[in-house]
């Protein structure tokens, strides 16, 4: 792997931890709620939400490349 592959994996791993950041720090409360319906679904519907978010991402990163 280049030096400039893992610099930019990099960037990218630390943008998604700003992202996902944003919501428990300005909404504390409801982040929790969410976490606790989400621990309700079942595993199926799950794995479908993150191959869907996978795929999305995936396309959405083809688009603009």
């Known amino acids: 792997m280049s030096s400039e592959f893992l610099h930019e994996l990099a960037i990218g791993f630390c943008l998604m931890l700003v992202l996902e950041g944003i919501i428990p720090f300005l909404y504390p409360q ?3 709620n969410l976490v606790q319906q ?3 679904v ?3 519907s ?3 939400m993150g191959l869907a978010s996978m795929l999305i991402g995936t396309s959405i990163l083809y688009a603009i490349n």
């Open 46 to 48: 799950l794995r479908f």
């Open 42 to 44: 079942d595993n199926r």
């Open 38 to 40: 989400l621990a309700l």
């Open 30 to 32: 409801r982040w929790r």
